[in-house]
């Protein structure tokens, strides 16, 4: 399975087991001396949408938000950043996602189990897409005239 | 009149909260319901919070269910405290719909939209009989429904984003053209409601509206009291991708994402200025969670608002202030509710008015005191 663009990454960290999570960060923060660059925070943001009749704007309401983000020492002794904005209200969270994004984007050591861990995250996205596509296919309206043939008969 | 500080009644109270508390174990040999199965076994009335709540935070929408003894008010109640204790961190960029990840789809106006019909998880169709296997359901048998609807899954090859009905409309000619208006929305949240508000305002207020109270107010509009005479264009339920951009890129990355039901009702043409082509007029509703009364009933209301808004408010569903100011659950529910506390300084007032009343007319039968009357 390949590796899903980085923009997906925090959602499949999310979806992946989140002591795995947890864990695999405190060890690769130790591992490559992380330190926050600036503090991780959690609230809310407003949620703007497009409605499609006037394609004018509203808010729909308020969606939980917690984001990090994190310096992490390279090989080169130089410091590269990690970062991490989630639908979640954790800053634990956010700030071990924000070092596992680090770890990936800049391939440092452990990058590797990072992805595994990514892929599984996203292994279970894509079961869930696939649960929500049956729901429309298995339900798709078979529509036909009265008497004609293509009834919807089966089950 | 006066107020007068009063004390008394603490120990009642905690008395009263305690055994409010009690009450859900009381009931029996009974298991604590977990918030979990609030969220995952009644999806309607969770979604219900969600949205009259205003904040997408479905565990704490199930934990609001389960604290208020299921009662949809007092649980969006507490998310809208809830979301008051919290900071401001940021406003999404502007989300477009088209993305949604549907798990249904259906129009009533066309029965051949491109794309197709999928009914996915719908009601409609439930014939209102009772199932009396379910007052004694197992968990063997509960737990063969997932398994076995969740056998063969299949790799579908569906479209990832479906057309909108309202699009193939446009395209004919059919409605009017829209230009996308980016102007910044009205923050219901930061901001009273001052009459005239944008349409940004009366959108939002109804998206964290209570559903019985949209769905009366549209109600009067579809039994006469106004002439939407709307058609479902297109009803879609699924999950909206929701993007930030990262904290280090500034690159949108999806966060997360929320479920939402999203309905745009085609309603009688109007003659358009300046010699145009007459066109269909719209109305649009959304929500968090599966609610299609409530997406609906919106619809409907920001249609006749809009025609209010044009051609001056006939009726009392096309005015803005009528509607918008009545259809919150947490502030009308507040304003019912408040009239149980004690009122007793009031009441004495009353009461010593009409005893004054009574004693005038004693003094002079046959002769009616108005001044004091309500």
Not at chain 2, 262 to 273: K, L, N, P, S
């Amino acid at each position: 399975m390949t590796l899903p663009e980085r923009g997906l990454w925090s959602r499949a960290l999310m979806a992946a087991d989140e002591e795995a999570v947890i864990v695999l960060a405190e060890r690769l923060s130790l591992q490559h001396d992380a330190r926050p660059a600036g503090q991780p925070r959690a609230g809310l943001a407003l949620l703007r949408l497009r409605e499609s009749v006037a394609l004018d704007t509203f808010y729909l309401g308020e969606i939980p938000v917690a984001t990090a983000r994190v310096a992490l020492r390279a090989p080169d002794g130089l410091y590269v950043d990690g970062g991490a904005v989630l639908m979640d209200d954790s800053t634990e969270l956010a700030a071990a996602i924000a070092v596992l994004d680090g770890v990936l984007a800049h391939d440092l050591a452990g990058a590797n189990e990072v992805a595994d861990l990514v892929r599984k995250g996203q292994k279970t996205i894509d079961r869930e897409g696939r649960i929500r596509n049956a729901m429309l296919s298995r339900t798709r309206v078979d529509f036909a005239l009265m008497g004609e043939a293509g009834d919807d008969t089966h089950s | 009149m006066s107020y007068v500080a009063i004390k008394g009644g603490a120990h009642a109270i905690a008395q009263s909260n305690r055994l409010l508390d009690a009450l859900r174990a009381l009931g029996g040999d009974n298991s604590p319901i977990e918030a979990a199965t609030i969220e995952t076994q009644l999806p309607l009335l969770h979604g219900r919070v969600l949205s009259e709540g205003g904040l997408y935070h479905p565990t704490l929408a199930a934990l609001a269910l389960k604290q208020s003894l299921g009662d949809p008010l007092e649980a969006a109640f507490m998310l809208r405290a809830y979301r008051s204790t919290q900071p401001r961190l940021a406003t999404t960029p502007i989300h477009d719909t088209s993305r949604m990840r549907l798990i249904r789809r259906i129009s009533a106006a066309f029965k051949d939209i491109p794309g197709g019909q999928m009914l996915g998880p719908a009601p409609d169709y439930l014939q209102r009989l009772f199932r009396f296997d379910l007052l004694d359901e197992d968990q063997p048998t509960f737990k063969a429904l997932a398994r076995d609807w969740l056998d063969n899954l299949a790799e579908e090859e569906l479209p990832s984003t479906f057309p909108k009905v309202v699009e193939a409309l446009r395209a004919e000619g059919l409605l009017a053209e829209a230009d996308p208006i980016d102007d910044e929305p009205f923050d219901i949240t930061r901001a009273p409601l001052v009459f005239p508000v944008p349409r940004s305002a009366a959108l939002a207020t109804m998206a964290r509206g209570e559903t019985g109270g949209l769905l009366a107010l549209a109600y009067s509009n579809m039994r006469g009291y106004g002439d939407v005479h709307p058609t479902v264009g297109e009803l879609r339920v699924g999950y909206l991708p929701i993007t930030l951009p990262h904290p280090v890129t500034g690159e949108p990355i999806e966060a997360g994402e929320v479920l939402i039901t999203e309905c745009e009702i085609v309603a009688m043409y109007e003659e358009a200025d300046g010699g145009a082509k007459p066109t269909f007029t719209l109305g649009y509703g959304a929500c968090f969670g599966h609610n299609e009364v409530k997406a609906i009933a919106m619809a409907i209301l920001d249609r006749s608002m809009q025609a209010g808004r044009t051609h001056g408010p006939k009726n009392p569903s096309e005015d803005a202030e009528f509607v918008l100011l009545h259809v919150d659950g947490i502030e009308s529910m507040g304003f019912c509710t408040h009239y149980k506390m004690p009122h007793y300084i009031t009441f004495q007032s009353d009461l010593d008015r009409l005893r004054t009343t009574q004693a005038k007319q004693v003094a002079r039968p046959g002769k009616k005191d108005q001044t004091n009357a309500r």
